[in-house]
């Protein structure tokens, strides 16, 4: 739905509202054209119906306004005498309706001066439920929203089972496109295992004013552009999803509109200079590890959590250079050449012209462990470790953004690029069209086609093309563990969601054995020393969760001693 479109829409409801309350109006002493008038109708139907004027405001806030919709339903026939429960579920399960008739067949009085308190302890229990899910959804939907890091891709910045608190004002908060979803989930009912909004209507994209921009190092939460999964860790059909119902990501912004973006060896590169990270950054990267005896001994030493698969060893030393060459080169994705003697890589030849000629086998003594680099250093000095190195992917494919022939890379080896800036016009042609193709079609909707070595845009050919929106390259710290913009692209600005900027809760064990879904909460372990840190910083974080129970504690106790000095007086 357009901007075009959704005013039309708001007009249509404009007028359902005047020809369903005109005459309720009346009866309340205001004139029928009031009922006509966008905002003043809402501002003067709080005071026929007694309620504050601010309410008014949410009833043109995304999503809270569809709370607020049956609770001003119900007030209004209140209003006019309509009190016992079957009117009540009348106006509900009519989608208000049942006011046309009230308005039209019925012969109300209006009461001005009627008992705003609920007539019974359920009614109370109501009000306070609507009024604690109204107030929770707007802190949750444009201001603060828990996320849990259900995923490794950022350890061991964030770690699996970190429970965070994530702001959306600080980019400005995004303001709901699916106009007609359940308040306080995302994309799924629980229990139900159903989509929990209706696909149309959309609202045009609009974000709140923020008070900062995406900085370069920041982390950042934002909608997964490449979702089509219905269910987290389920393979199954695929669905296409509203922006705001994609799935919640959080990755480390490492490019912003504008800049030039390559990776040598592993480290990112931003317009010809390496990325320093910030120090609370803990960037992992797989290393070979050679032990003088069993790696089995030492799989505790590097952590069980992070071994990554046996090495397997090729002599080829009997070789020729040609055939050298070609093992080096066609072997798995993830080979490594380690000397002039041999070469080893984890998981088996699937070349049969290679695997024709060579001895393959598996040795005990080398293994890949998935480790911070200054924690590899550590060990270097360790008793009986002969070498470590870091493993950097050199055979070149097409799994990588943007999984076309011409533009192969790896993981470790990528690029340059260019990410988009929005005004920004750039050349289009057969070549450069694959980078491109997702954000022209998918992001900012065109239709793109090549004849021969043309590019058609829209049914005209074109050239150049000039950028709609401001995008952004987002990854993990844990390199070889993180499937991010590498392997699916850029990062739309109207993707962003917040920015993580505390940690509430930290658990071990947060994740089966299968990694597949979420323990059971009696099985977890609190990271003591994680519970109540901060996010962002420098320096090691520091845990603020004594103060917090010493806070606590010394508000029930000021609470204890108030009520016992009020008793006395």
């Known amino acids: 739905m357009n901007a075009t479109q959704w005013l039309v829409f708001i007009g249509i409801i404009q007028v359902i509202h005047f020809l369903g309350t005109w005459k309720l109006y009346v009866k309340a002493g205001r004139k029928a054209w009031e009922a006509a008038i966008p905002v003043y109708n809402a501002i003067v139907l709080m005071q026929i119906i007694n309620r504050p004027k601010w309410w008014v405001i949410l009833l043109f806030i995304p999503i809270i306004n569809l709370l607020m919709f049956p609770v001003i339903w119900v007030e209004t026939i209140r209003s006019f005498g309509r009190t016992s429960l079957l009117d009540t579920w009348l106006v509900i399960l009519t989608l208000g309706f049942y006011i046309y008739y009230v308005n039209y067949m019925l012969d109300v009085k209006y009461v001005e001066n009627r008992s705003l308190q609920p007539q019974s302890v359920a009614g109370e229990w109501v009000s306070s439920i609507v009024f604690a899910v109204v107030a929770a959804t707007l802190v949750h939907t444009y201001f603060i929203q828990p996320y849990v890091i259900p995923t490794g891709s950022l350890e061991r910045t964030l770690r699996i089972g970190d429970l965070l608190f994530v702001s959306k004002f600080h980019y400005g908060a995004r303001t709901p496109m699916t106009a007609v979803a359940a308040p306080m989930v995302h994309d799924t009912l629980p229990v139900l295992n159903i989509p929990s909004y209706l696909r149309k209507p959309q609202i045009p994209y609009f974000r709140l004013p923020g008070f900062k921009d995406i900085k370069r190092k920041e982390i950042v939460v934002f909608s997964w552009p490449a979702d089509t999964v219905r269910r987290f860790h389920k393979r199954e059909a695929g669905v296409k999803k509203p922006i705001d119902k994609k799935s919640n990501y959080v990755k480390r912004c490492v490019g912003l509109p504008g800049d030039s973006l390559q990776i040598i060896d592993g480290y990112v590169h931003v317009n010809g200079k390496q990325l320093e990270l910030p120090d609370r950054a803990k960037p992992m990267y797989q290393h070979v590890i050679t032990v003088d005896n069993n790696i089995n001994n030492y799989t505790r030493l590097f952590g069980r959590e992070n071994f990554r698969g046996r090495v397997m060893q090729v002599p080829i030393g009997v070789l020729d250079k040609q055939n050298a060459d070609e093992i080096i080169n066609k072997t798995s994705l993830n080979e490594i050449k380690r000397d002039t003697s041999f070469v080893y890589y984890s998981g088996n030849i699937t070349d049969q012209r290679i695997a024709n000629f060579l001895e393959v086998k598996t040795v005990s003594n080398m293994a890949i462990f998935n480790i911070v680099e200054e924690d590899a250093k550590k060990f270097e000095s360790e008793k009986g470790i002969v070498m470590i190195d870091r493993f950097i992917e050199k055979a070149k494919n097409s799994r990588v953004f943007p999984q076309d022939k011409s533009h192969a890379a790896t993981v470790d080896n990528f690029g340059p690029i260019y990410i988009p800036k929005r005004g920004t016009t750039i050349p289009l042609n057969v070549s450069s069209l694959p980078l491109y193709k997702k954000i022209l079609k998918d992001y900012e909707d065109n239709t793109v086609e090549v004849r021969g070595n043309q590019v058609i845009l829209n049914g005209s050919v074109a050239d150049t093309y000039t950028f709609q929106q401001d995008y952004y390259w987002m990854m993990g710290d844990n390199r070889h563990s993180s499937e991010d913009s590498r392997i699916w692209g850029y990062v739309p600005e109207n993707h962003i969601v917040g920015t993580p900027i ?66 006395k007086s």
Request: charged share 20%; net charge positive; glycine share 8%.
């Open 502 to 567: 505390f940690i509430w809760m930290s658990v071990d064990n947060f994740m089966n054995a299968s990694g597949t879904g979420t323990n059971y909460p009696w099985k977890w372990k609190p990271r003591w020393d994680r519970i109540f840190t901060t996010v962002n910083g420098t320096g090691e974080p520091v845990s603020y969760f004594k103060y917090f129970l010493m806070a606590l504690a010394g508000w029930f106790a000021f609470d204890f001693f108030r009520k016992k000095k009020r008793n």
